[in-house]
């Protein structure tokens, strides 16, 4: 982080009273976001905990570094998409479009017509 982006943000993080770590109820709600889009940001490496937590363990997250993350238009851009991503992989899922080995439905549809005939 480049000197300038860091005064702000030590600047913002003392005017708004926040703890030096954040749980991810803390970082969801400045997100603007549900805990699990937080855990989806860690998962694939947006959001980096404190230390090195186990999977099942309570997850830290540095206000100083959030609140320097949220200031970059970029990285929100990329986060808006990570998160975006994989609940319309998961609803695919869900709702069957997606087959057993990651197929698209419509292979699917084109395997039930063949046996159909």
Do not use: H
């Amino acid at each position: 982080m480049s000197d300038e982006l860091i005064k702000t943000a030590l600047t913002t993080w003392a005017a708004k009273d926040l703890p030096a770590r954040l749980l991810a109820g803390q970082v969801a709600k400045l997100l603007n976001c549900t805990t699990d889009d937080v855990a989806i940001l860690a998962s694939a490496g947006k959001l980096r905990a404190l230390g090195k937590p186990k999977p099942n363990s309570v997850k830290f997250f540095s206000s100083i570094e959030l609140i320097a993350l949220l200031a970059d238009p970029d990285w929100l851009d990329e986060a808006t998409k990570t998160i975006s991503q994989y609940w319309k992989r998961k609803n695919a899922r869900r709702n069957g479009a997606i087959g057993k080995k990651g197929e698209g439905a419509e292979t699917a549809d084109t395997s039930e017509s063949v046996v159909a005939q």
